[in-house]
Structures are given as structure tokens and as C-alpha cells.
């Protein structure tokens, strides 16, 4: 298993994102408004970021982060998922996608309650 994070800039793709992973057989994720750090020190008045670059921070590029738990052999087509919506991930304000491995997990697969026959 793995835990796979995509950090989404172009958020007008949420949607058709969300449908392909869903397509591909990825059934769960969450989704959290996020923002970066340069972005932040921004709305912040950060004197870090020079005045120049304060500009290119408009406050209002918020992220998507989208977390979900995935089988090993779901990456390749999460991957193709990704790249199909969002477009090449190595050009700027698109995304990043990273994984991690995942040790345990429990809560993912909702399994049927076994039916308790009455009492007679």
C-alpha cells in the first residue's frame, strides 16, 4: 500500500481529477485547501519576499491537497490519471504527485457486518 499525495495548483481540474481517479479504481480521497509557503510569507507581509516578488502572489492561488491510500499496482494508473488531466507535472503550476509506503492501514476496506440470525 502506499499513501499518495497530490498537490494540486491548477484546482480547476479538481472535478475531472477526482472522476478519473475514481474511474481508474482509486475510491477514496481527501481533499484539504492548502496554499505554499511562498505564497504565504505573501499575505503575511513576510520581508523575506522581496517587493518584486510579491506581485506574482495574487492570495488568491490556494492549493488542493489530495491524500489517499492506494495498492502498489494502482500508481501506474493514478500516474496517467494525473497526467491526462493536469497535463506535465515538471511545468509550473501544475502539481506535484510523490508517495509514501504505507506499514499498516485499517478503515480502508469497508467490509459487510455479519448478519446475527434472531433470537428464537
Same mark, same amino acid.
Not at 472535478?15 to 505554499?36: K, N, P, Q, W
Not at 499575505?43 to 490556494?62: H, P, T, V, W
Given at each position: =500500500? %502506499?499513501? =499518495? #499525495?497530490?498537490?494540486?495548483?491548477?484546482? @480547476?481540474?479538481? /472535478?475531472?481529477?477526482? /472522476?478519473?481517479?475514481?474511474?481508474?479504481?482509486?475510491?477514496?480521497?481527501?481533499?484539504? @485547501?492548502?496554499?505554499? =509557503?511562498?505564497?504565504?510569507?505573501? %499575505?503575511?507581509?513576510?520581508?523575506?519576499?522581496?517587493?518584486?516578488?510579491?506581485?506574482?502572489?495574487?492570495? @488568491?492561488?490556494?492549493?488542493?491537497?489530495?491524500?489517499?491510500?492506494?495498492?502498489?499496482?494502482?500508481?501506474?494508473?493514478?500516474?496517467? #490519471? #494525473?497526467?491526462?488531466? #493536469?497535463?506535465?507535472?515538471?511545468?509550473?503550476?501544475?502539481?506535484?504527485?510523490?508517495?509514501?509506503?504505507?506499514?499498516?492501514? /485499517?478503515?480502508?476496506? %469497508?467490509?459487510?457486518?455479519?448478519?446475527?440470525?434472531? @433470537?428464537?
Amino acid at each position: =500500500m %502506499k499513501l =499518495m #499525495v497530490i498537490i494540486l495548483n491548477k484546482t @480547476d481540474a479538481l /472535478e475531472y481529477l477526482l /472522476e478519473g481517479l475514481s474511474a481508474s479504481g482509486i475510491r477514496g480521497a481527501t481533499i484539504i @485547501d492548502s496554499s505554499g =509557503m511562498a505564497e504565504t510569507l505573501s %499575505k503575511l507581509g513576510s520581508s523575506i519576499i522581496s517587493a518584486s516578488l510579491r506581485g506574482l502572489f495574487s492570495g @488568491d492561488e490556494e492549493n488542493k491537497t489530495i491524500i489517499s491510500v492506494i495498492k502498489n499496482n494502482q500508481l501506474d494508473a493514478a500516474r496517467k #490519471v #494525473v497526467y491526462n488531466t #493536469v497535463g506535465d507535472l515538471s511545468q509550473p503550476n501544475t502539481g506535484i504527485l510523490f508517495t509514501l509506503p504505507i506499514d499498516f492501514v /485499517e478503515g480502508t476496506v %469497508k467490509r459487510p457486518r455479519a448478519i446475527k440470525p434472531p @433470537d428464537e
